[in-house]
């Protein structure tokens, strides 16, 4: 009987150790990821520095803060916004982040 509660002890142990050390894996995997966010948070507000919403032969296009690289291809027409946002996007619509960005883009796509 011994034996048992013996080897039910060991077994314990070393299941308590396992997922000691998984757990552990997985929090540093968590940290990994969350530093990574970070920069590239950090990495985008430095250089991209916003964006800008341009016609360009009749559609919407994103782009970078230097308003020169293009960012994102759309196939909103710029026809088929309200005048006011056509008139921002023909001067160069700056937009600040990229949580706005696409959310302007979801509102006025489809």
């Given at each position: 009987?011994?034996?048992?509660?013996?080897?039910?002890?060991?077994?314990?142990?070393?299941?308590?150790?396992?997922?000691?050390?998984?757990?552990?894996?997985?929090?540093?995997?968590l940290r990994g990821q969350v530093q990574k966010y970070q920069a590239m948070e950090t990495k985008n507000e430095t250089l991209d520095a916003g964006f800008y919403l341009k016609n360009d032969n009749g559609k919407v296009h994103v782009y970078r803060g230097d308003g020169e690289?293009?960012?994102?291809?759309?196939?909103?027409?710029?026809?088929?916004?309200?005048?006011?946002?056509?008139r921002e996007i023909e001067q160069g619509k700056f937009i600040k982040s990229e949580v706005e960005l696409y959310s302007f883009l979801e509102n006025y796509s489809s």
């Open positions: 009987m011994r034996k048992i509660f013996y080897g039910a002890g060991i077994f314990l142990v070393i299941l308590l150790f396992t997922l000691g050390f998984y757990g552990s894996y997985q929090i540093s995997q690289t293009v960012y994102e291809y759309t196939n909103i027409q710029v026809s088929s916004l309200p005048e006011a946002v056509q």
